[in-house]
């Protein structure tokens, strides 16, 4: 199967701070990725495709200037969460789409956020 | 649209006896159906996939899955249990060649020694 990374796999940051998590695709070369999120014992959540060279496609009700997305090449996205609050806490879970592969996705390890 | 429906939050066996963990699919289009299983603080990993082709399939860890459109159903089975087995199991709809994954609200499976 394909391997996709997180770094980092947990952070703890201070409100009012920005944090940034990579999502790295690290034997296929992805042109789509999505960022999951998802609360404690509760399901996933889509937050966004992101598509390498374009803007990043936000869900409905994620805001796409707190969130920012950057997927710069075919094996990294990124997801900076902006001046982070208590309520953004949660566990974020990045996939990727490998290409001939259907509609398959492989998840990443997700990145524990925790917000003081 | 698709979504999925998971009937039981949670799910709770004797190590050795067999596990049922039901999954009900509304969908516009044929679907993809994948059920996804979630250790504490981990990420997914993919138990098994249906896209059409055998209405049973087999998957890792002797789980097997079978889809019956007339029922609307993908329910996850495994003959026995095993203590390993425990963690949260997820059934995901999508359309074919298609982003949108739609994931059920999990169901927690509890196995007793």
């Given at each position: 199967g394909a391997v996709v990374s997180q770094h980092p796999s947990w952070v703890i940051c201070k409100s009012g701070t920005s944090v940034k998590i990579e999502c790295r695709s690290l034997d296929f070369q992805a042109t789509t990725m999505f960022w999951y999120r998802q609360f404690p014992k509760q399901s996933l959540m889509l937050m966004a495709t992101s598509n390498e060279g374009s803007k990043a496609t936000y869900e409905q009700g994620v805001e796409k200037d707190k969130f920012l997305i950057n997927h710069a090449s075919l094996t990294l996205s990124t997801l900076t969460v902006t001046s982070a609050h208590p309520e953004d806490s949660s566990f974020y879970i990045c996939s990727s789409r490998k290409p001939r592969r259907g509609n398959e996705q492989f998840f990443g390890p997700g990145t524990r956020l925790t917000v003081l | 649209a698709q979504s999925v429906t998971q009937l039981d939050s949670h799910v709770s066996v004797s190590e050795g006896t067999p596990v049922l963990l039901r999954c009900n699919y509304s969908s516009s289009y044929s679907p993809s159906l994948f059920w996804y299983v979630q250790h504490p603080n981990k990420g997914l990993q993919l138990l098994l996939k249906y896209t059409?082709?055998?209405?049973l399939v087999k998957g890792i860890n002797g789980f097997e899955a079978e889809f019956k459109k007339s029922e609307t159903s993908f329910h996850l089975t495994k003959p026995s249990a095993h203590m390993s087995d425990a963690a949260e199991y997820f059934c995901v709809v999508s359309p074919y060649n298609n982003n949108d994954m739609r994931f059920g609200a999990g169901t927690r499976l509890t196995v007793k020694p």
């Amino acid at each position: 199967g394909a391997v996709v990374s997180q770094h980092p796999s947990w952070v703890i940051c201070k409100s009012g701070t920005s944090v940034k998590i990579e999502c790295r695709s690290l034997d296929f070369q992805a042109t789509t990725m999505f960022w999951y999120r998802q609360f404690p014992k509760q399901s996933l959540m889509l937050m966004a495709t992101s598509n390498e060279g374009s803007k990043a496609t936000y869900e409905q009700g994620v805001e796409k200037d707190k969130f920012l997305i950057n997927h710069a090449s075919l094996t990294l996205s990124t997801l900076t969460v902006t001046s982070a609050h208590p309520e953004d806490s949660s566990f974020y879970i990045c996939s990727s789409r490998k290409p001939r592969r259907g509609n398959e996705q492989f998840f990443g390890p997700g990145t524990r956020l925790t917000v003081l | 649209a698709q979504s999925v429906t998971q009937l039981d939050s949670h799910v709770s066996v004797s190590e050795g006896t067999p596990v049922l963990l039901r999954c009900n699919y509304s969908s516009s289009y044929s679907p993809s159906l994948f059920w996804y299983v979630q250790h504490p603080n981990k990420g997914l990993q993919l138990l098994l996939k249906y896209t059409s082709a055998a209405t049973l399939v087999k998957g890792i860890n002797g789980f097997e899955a079978e889809f019956k459109k007339s029922e609307t159903s993908f329910h996850l089975t495994k003959p026995s249990a095993h203590m390993s087995d425990a963690a949260e199991y997820f059934c995901v709809v999508s359309p074919y060649n298609n982003n949108d994954m739609r994931f059920g609200a999990g169901t927690r499976l509890t196995v007793k020694p």
